[in-house]
């Protein structure tokens, strides 16, 4: 398979508001090198990182796409994205804090 058919095929998970980690992504799109595909994809999408750490103690990486509306979590709160910038790199407004959240972390990844 090549690159760019990788980029498109996790360009239209992440689009579908799916989030992805490495794994997940040699079982989908035999893609070996997640962190290149999606270095390549911020040039023009706003994509973040989040950290997860497994039961084994390993740290992996898992991104996801933000959407307009859409919840992200920072440190240990919880925003709304209110503005999303047109042009990278991208200027995301995450000022509406949401107050009594009952979302669980893992609600968000």
């Known amino acids: 398979m090549e690159k760019e058919s990788q980029n498109k ?3 239209e ?3 579908r508001g799916l ?3 490495p794994m997940e992504a040699l079982r989908k ?3 070996m090198r997640l962190g290149a595909r999606i270095h390549n994809l911020r040039e ?6 989040r950290m997860i750490k497994l039961p084994s103690g390993k ?4 991104y996801r796409m933000i959407h307009l509306n859409s919840i992200v979590l920072y440190g240990d709160d919880i925003y ?9 790199p991208f200027v995301v407004d995450i000022s509406n804090k949401i107050e009594n959240h009952k979302v669980g972390i893992d609600e968000l990844s």
Do not use: G, M
């Not at 023009?44 to 990182?49: C, G, L, M, Q």
């Not at 709304?80 to 990278?88: A, E, G, L, M, Y």
């Open 59 to 62: 740290w992996i990486a898992r």
């Open 44 to 49: 023009s999408y706003p994509i973040i990182t």
């Open 9 to 11: 095929q996790i360009l």
């Open 29 to 31: 799109f035999n893609c």
């Open 80 to 88: 709304n994205v209110t503005r999303i910038s047109d042009f990278p």
């Open 13 to 15: 998970h992440l689009k």
């Open 19 to 21: 989030s992805i980690a």
